[in-house]
């Protein structure tokens, strides 16, 4: 009987030096260290190209029109600078007269975007349509659009008019 329980014993021990080294094994911690970068979303105006009027080429030159752009964004990924408004100006306007700015839309991010619109706040005598908008706008894509301007019949005459215009986009999906 002596001789049985010494066994066990010695059966008891190698057992828990085999499950305690198998712990020791298994035990150890691995760290995996690294980086991930997200995409990133930036959408903009980035040149006026040119703007017109109704009075290009007449003898008189009455109206005047200008955009410029302003609040520059950089994308932090690709580090391209584009701007978040677009301020459109009419000096000595009157009713009946038009004018068309021409300018790109451009995807300075990494990832495409779908455009809502170009949102211009402008008085309600005057009438705004944005023309050529993409509905998609791809990263380091330039898309040429422009804003047609209508100043409405009931407007003053010798009238100056300014409002901004900014692009309302979503991540494209």
Known sequence: MKSKAIGMFTILL???SIVGFAYAHW????FING??????LTIGFTTVTKCTDKDDGALKDIGEVKCELSDPVTDPHSEKT??????VTITNGYPGYWA??????DGAGTIPGTLVGVTCKAPPEI?????GV??????????PASLYVDI????????DYVFECVIEYTEYN
């Open 14 to 16: 190698m057992a828990l």
């Open 27 to 30: 035990s150890e911690s691995i």
């Open 35 to 40: 980086t991930v970068d997200m995409g990133s």
């Open 82 to 87: 584009v701007y978040k408004k677009l301020t």
């Open 100 to 105: 068309e700015c021409f300018f790109t839309i």
């Open 127 to 131: 009438n705004v349509e944005c023309r």
């Open 134 to 143: 993409p509905l998609q706008v791809d990263p380091c894509s330039a898309h």
């Open 152 to 159: 409405k019949q009931d407007a003053l005459e010798c009238h």
